[in-house]
């Protein structure tokens, strides 16, 4: 699923007016997955909080809350680009012009890890 996004995702900014470079097009697609992956890791983690009624979210600074999901998004960052690199995103490439894949707009790609996020905070704030 994220291998499919991460193509789109190159797909749709090479579509754009604007003409990037290669290294600024990957840069963009990792950023985006990035994004997508931790928003995906504050939902279970708002849900695994709420399901064990635990307070760490009361007791817990908002400083060691920022720190943690920066430091999370820097793990996941450094991940995805040692993953989608070289003989990989050849395998994607390939796998992509098979299955035809087509361009999204940009603006569609990047609500995806918003609504995911703000599905979180409903999470949060219900029960």
Do not use: D
Request: overall charge positive; hydrophobic content about 50%.
């Amino acid at each position: 699923m994220f291998e499919q996004l991460f193509y789109k995702t190159i797909l749709s900014y090479k579509a754009q007016p604007k003409k990037r470079k290669h290294r600024q097009l990957m840069s963009l697609a990792t950023t985006y997955i990035t994004a997508l992956q931790l928003s995906f890791i504050c939902v279970v983690f708002i849900v695994l909080i709420k399901a064990t009624n635990s307070s760490f979210l009361l007791y817990a600074s908002i400083y060691e809350k920022v720190f943690y999901v920066v430091l999370a998004g820097i793990v996941i960052y450094i991940f995805n680009v040692l993953y989608f690199n070289g003989k990989r995103m050849l395998q994607i490439k390939n796998r992509a012009i098979k299955e035809n894949t087509k361009p999204t707009e940009v603006w569609k790609l990047w609500s995806i890890p918003a609504v995911i996020i703000f599905l979180g905070f409903i999470l949060l704030k219900a029960a």
